[in-house]
């Protein structure tokens, strides 16, 4: 009579190669969740920068801008100013009263010839950090700084 079952020469070559097929099959699960991070923090910014366009292009129609330390504008009597918070999220306050947080993972904003330089910042894990700057042209913008041709890479 002879007994069912796996030798151990089965077992060890079924142990070996579930050995090499693990380490493959992390490595794939980390690249496809780096490609859906990378997707959604895409979304993100398009959604972000939308919001700024518009509040800005408010801005520029009913105010003028003003050049200095940041990006501003005078409405009347009115002051709204465009800040960037400890948190990287935009900010736009006015003193008439209201505060809005227009955009997350926004490292700078800066007048340029003819528009606004929006810079977004996505840090995925350590030493894996994606940049991307958007021109927002503004009617009315101050005059002088530099516009190179932005993409969201």
Same mark, same amino acid.
Do not use: K, N
């Given at each position: ?14 142990? /070996? ?6 380490p493959? %099959?992390?490595?794939f @699960?980390r690249? =496809?969740?780096d490609?859906?991070? %990378?997707?959604?923090?895409?979304l993100?910014?398009a959604d972000? =920068? ?8 408010e801005?520029?129609? @009913?105010? !003028?801008?003003?050049? @200095?330390?940041? =990006?501003?504008?005078v409405?009347?009597? $009115? ?9 990287e =999220?935009?900010?736009r306050? +006015?003193? $008439?009263? @209201?505060?809005?947080?227009? /955009?997350?993972g ?14 977004? !910042?996505?840090?995925q894990?350590?030493g ?7 021109? %927002?042209p ?9 516009h190179?041709? +932005? $993409?969201? $890479?």
């Amino acid at each position: 009579m002879r007994r069912r079952g796996f030798t151990l020469v089965e077992l060890a070559v079924c142990l /070996s190669l579930l050995g090499l097929v693990t380490p493959l %099959i992390y490595a794939f @699960g980390r690249s =496809v969740e780096d490609r859906l991070s %990378i997707g959604l923090w895409h979304l993100d910014v398009a959604d972000g =920068v939308r919001d700024v366009a518009d509040a800005l292009r408010e801005d520029a129609r @009913g105010g !003028t801008a003003v050049a @200095g330390q940041g =990006v501003g504008f005078v409405r009347g009597d $009115c002051a709204v100013v465009y800040q960037v918070d400890d948190a990287e =999220v935009l900010v736009r306050r +006015s003193s $008439c009263g @209201g505060e809005l947080g227009l /955009s997350r993972g926004v490292s700078a904003m800066v007048w340029t010839a003819g528009g606004v330089e929006l810079t977004h !910042t996505f840090r995925q894990r350590p030493g894996a950090t994606l940049e991307t700057v958007f021109f %927002i042209p503004v009617d009315g913008a101050p005059a002088g700084g530099h516009h190179e041709p +932005s $993409c969201l $890479c």
